[in-house]
């Protein structure tokens, strides 16, 4: 057993978003074998009752309190400064000094940093901590991205975060022993804007708890009698969430009320923006915080993740697939799971195709319900979290050897 740093951006506690959902697995993975010293931001007032189940979980924990107002004000101030803005928006001196005294006091033997975000804490113990980083997608391509989407000032903004966090990306993946991305492609995509990280990165993927998204036969119907439900589920305070339900409100729900006059759009995930919540009217719900989102799943007419802008695996997708319904979603975000529609996983690449594939689910619901029976075995066959994560494990005993061996 060794002593290990665990620096993550966001409470991975409780798995409740996609990215809480790997950094959680991820805690409980390494703890299998190891004493993990987790040093993490809280940036939710709702996490703070979450706080004790977590230090029960991890007791050499440190927690430090994000406010995301002062955040951003900080972060925009290293407009005048060279580097990304997502590392001032992350700067917090105490949980510098926490990681510091750590490493002093207890041996900490690796590091291991989920995100970019957090790299900086670790840089420091650099060579004498190994670390590994998981940066799960390639964040400043998705900033990049975003600068296609928006209108100046905010698409400069944007391009200049995509540039320098590329900058720093790079770097930290050449003092990095190993690094990670969530999807071969977006590995591929990594080495295409990185070159000389030829050999130092690999794709490990996400997984599902399938046990605890399953169908329940018991489970009551949260929608009313006879009502044709279609449902998104995610963060909904995460931009491309609300691009992705903009659009399916704008360009497809018409079409697919004509079809369905009893059809209603279920826009199921907490924080919903402004802008999600004036979505809401007579064919659309806006949920907000539900204190389970299987129901939704599983009674379901039929689940849509029409993510325009998306990196890497949408927990979304394979969480629906487990609870045994099919999922239409953009090809993009279907290519990296790796299913087809015999598999429960029907693609559309544009409103018109994502129309006629809900439409075709809600006029067959026995084929609707052979496709979710599908769409779970094939979760089951592909993405448990045991399997994804232990692809860790190699990189991670490679740079505790020596230490072993001087033990």
């Given at each position: 057993m060794a002593n290990l740093l665990y620096l993550v951006h966001r409470l991975p506690y409780p798995p409740n978003k996609g990215d809480k959902v790997r950094s959680y697995h991820l805690l409980r993975h390494l703890q299998k074998e190891h004493r993990v010293f987790l040093g993490t931001f809280?940036?939710?007032?709702?996490?703070?009752?979450?706080?004790?189940?977590?230090k029960a979980m991890c007791p050499d924990l440190h927690v430090a309190r994000l406010h995301p107002l002062w955040a951003r004000l900080r972060s925009l101030g290293g407009l005048?400064?060279?580097g990304p803005l997502t590392l001032a928006y992350y700067r917090n001196a105490a949980l510098h000094e926490w990681v510091r005294q750590?490493?002093?006091m207890h041996g900490i033997s690796a590091s291991v940093v989920f995100s970019s975000a957090m790299v900086p804490y670790a840089m420091p113990l650099v060579p004498r901590v190994p670390m590994l980083v998981d940066f799960v997608d390639v964040d400043s391509a998705k900033w990049s991205q975003y600068a296609q989407q928006r209108r100046w000032p905010?698409?400069?903004?944007?391009?200049?975060?995509?540039?320098?966090?590329?900058?720093?990306?790079?770097?930290?993946a050449q003092r990095a022993?190993?690094?990670f991305f969530v999807t071969p492609q977006e590995t591929d995509l990594f080495l295409r804007l990185a070159p000389e990280a030829q050999g130092r990165v690999q794709a490990v993927g996400n997984g599902v708890d399938a046990d605890?998204?399953?169908?329940?036969?018991?489970?009551?119907?949260?929608?009313?009698?006879?009502?044709?439900?279609?449902?998104?589920?995610?963060?909904?305070?995460?931009?491309?969430?609300?691009?992705?339900?903009?659009?399916?409100?704008?360009?497809?729900?018409?079409?697919?009320?004509?079809?369905?006059?009893g059809l209603r759009f279920y826009i199921v995930g907490r924080s919903p923006t402004p802008a999600v919540q004036a979505l809401a009217g007579e064919g659309?719900?806006?949920?907000?915080?539900?204190a389970d989102v299987r129901p939704y799943l599983q009674h379901a007419s039929a689940v849509v993740a029409p993510l325009r802008v998306a990196r890497g695996i949408q927990n979304k997708i394979l969480e629906a697939m487990a609870m045994g319904r099919p999922v239409v979603t953009v090809p993009a975000c279907?290519?990296?799971?790796?299913?087809?529609?015999?598999?429960?996983?029907?693609?559309?690449?544009?409103?018109?195709?994502?129309?006629?594939?809900?439409?075709?689910?809600?006029?067959?619901?026995?084929?609707?319900?052979?496709?979710?029976?599908m769409a779970r075995r094939f979760v089951l066959n592909h993405f448990s979290w045991q399997a994804q994560l232990a692809a860790m494990d190699a990189s991670l005993n490679a740079v505790l050897q020596p230490e072993k061996r001087h033990a």
């Open positions: 809280i940036d939710d007032p709702a996490d703070e009752e979450h706080l004790p189940a977590l005048i400064q060279h750590t490493a002093a905010l698409s400069w903004v944007y391009a200049r975060e995509g540039r320098e966090l590329l900058a720093y990306e790079r770097m930290a022993q190993r690094s605890f998204f399953r169908p329940q036969p018991s489970t009551p119907r949260p929608f009313a009698p006879g009502e044709t439900a279609v449902v998104f589920t995610g963060a909904m305070d995460y931009w491309p969430n609300v691009d992705a339900v903009s659009w399916f409100v704008a360009d497809m729900l018409p079409a697919l009320r004509q079809r369905h006059p659309v719900v806006v949920t907000g915080t539900v279907a290519e990296v799971i790796g299913a087809s529609a015999d598999d429960g996983l029907l693609r559309a690449s544009d409103p018109a195709a994502t129309v006629d594939a809900v439409d075709q689910l809600l006029r067959d619901p026995l084929g609707a319900a052979l496709r979710g029976e």
